[in-house]
């Protein structure tokens, strides 16, 4: 906050400045808990508990009651209802008889981030960067930008940077914090793995999550198979700038310190995709490729 002010401060502008000082009190003293990292995993907005309320106001028609009545009136009305709409299974009476049925209008609670195929997407371009993931004190650092590499000096430095906060302005704090993005994974369940980077801090997961447990193969890019582009004449073997990266790296960096994408691993990801939906040319039995629909390479 203090490199946020003096940023502004420098202009020296009575509304800037008012503005600050409001900000501050405001934001910053009395009400701070707002940030998303001030309390993570945690629900940001009371809008669920709001809506209960309001559930509960209705279904109990605005009485107010003292706090027992309240309780069983809860218990009569409000609890049975609520409970049956998360179960997997409900017992219905049917024909005098009760039989228990899947529940079809189940609510499910995620007890993890949803990743949907967009972010797979995104992550897998990301991926393609063929950044360095390198593993320092059971984290994974990646640069951010146009930087590819880093090193486990660079990871040293970052953390020690990080604890000193010797920042003298605040863009050169944002630019600081953006330039490494530290990821700890959990191997149990990648998806409630954890970055450092803001976008994570919204919507708890990233490409650099998705993109570390894949190359953790804890996950993979085949469900969004058909949304990726796929290369013009892309030849089997290591061909492109990529897969030649991928074959230096191992040669250049220790195997443990680094997550890398073996060219092996990519292939035998590719060959089991190529595998399960494989396509032959009626006319000319040549293999087809596939761009966004199947054809011959002979253009039959
Ligand atoms: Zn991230
Ligand atoms: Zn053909």
Same mark, same amino acid.
């Given at each position: 906050? #203090? $490199?946020f002010k003096k940023k502004w401060k420098h202009f &020296? ?5 008012d503005f600050l000082t409001y900000f501050n009190n ?8 707002? $940030? ?28 107010r009651f003292g706090i027992i009545e309240f309780l069983?009136? *809860? ?16 017992? $219905? ?29 995104? @992550? ?8 360095? /993931?390198?593993?320092?004190?059971? +984290?994974? =650092?990646?640069?951010? &930008? ?7 000096? #660079? ?7 990080? +604890? ?11 630019? =600081?914090?953006?330039?490494?993005? /530290? ?11 954890? *970055?450092? *980077?803001? =976008? ?12 570390? @447990?894949?190359?953790? %193969?804890? *996950?993979?890019?085949?469900? /969004? ?8 004449? %892309? ?7 990529? @897969?030649? @990266? !991928?074959?230096?790296?191992? &040669? ?26 494989? +396509? ?12 966004? !629909?199947? !054809? ?5």
């Amino acid at each position: 906050m #203090d $490199l946020f002010k003096k940023k502004w401060k420098h202009f &020296g502008i009575k509304q800037i400045n008012d503005f600050l000082t409001y900000f501050n009190n405001q934001w910053c003293k009395s009400n701070n808990g707002w $940030l998303e990292k001030y309390s993570v995993g945690i629900q940001s907005t009371s809008n669920a508990l709001e809506s209960f309320h309001d559930k509960i106001k209705k279904d109990l028609k605005d009485k107010r009651f003292g706090i027992i009545e309240f309780l069983n009136e *809860c218990e009569s009305n409000l609890i049975h209802r609520w409970s049956t709409r998360k179960s997997p299974t409900l017992t $219905l009476i049917r024909d005098g008889e009760s039989v228990i049925t899947d529940n079809l209008n189940i609510k499910t609670f995620d007890n993890e981030p949803f990743i949907s195929s967009n972010d797979y997407t995104e @992550a897998y371009k990301w991926n393609r960067l063929n950044k360095s /993931i390198i593993v320092y004190n059971d +984290q994974l =650092f990646m640069p951010d &930008g146009k930087k590819k590499t880093l090193s486990k000096e #660079d990871c040293k430095l970052y953390l020690e940077e990080l +604890q000193q906060k010797n920042w003298s302005s605040f863009d050169m704090m944002i630019e =600081f914090l953006d330039s490494i993005h /530290i990821v700890s994974l959990n191997k149990e369940n990648w998806k409630l793995s954890i *970055c450092s *980077c803001s =976008f994570w801090l919204k919507n708890l997961h990233c490409s650099h999550v998705i993109s570390c @447990a894949y190359r953790s %193969k804890l *996950c993979s890019f085949d469900s /969004i198979g058909m949304n990726l582009p796929i290369e013009r004449n %892309k030849k089997r073997g290591p061909q492109s700038e990529t @897969a030649n @990266a !991928y074959n230096k790296q191992p &040669g250049e960096n220790d195997k443990d310190d680094e997550l890398i994408l073996p060219v092996t691993k990519k292939s035998k990801v590719k060959s089991s995709q190529e595998r399960q939906d494989q +396509q032959v040319c009626p006319k000319c039995n040549t293999p087809m490729l596939k761009r966004r !629909y199947w !054809y011959c390479e002979n253009k039959c």
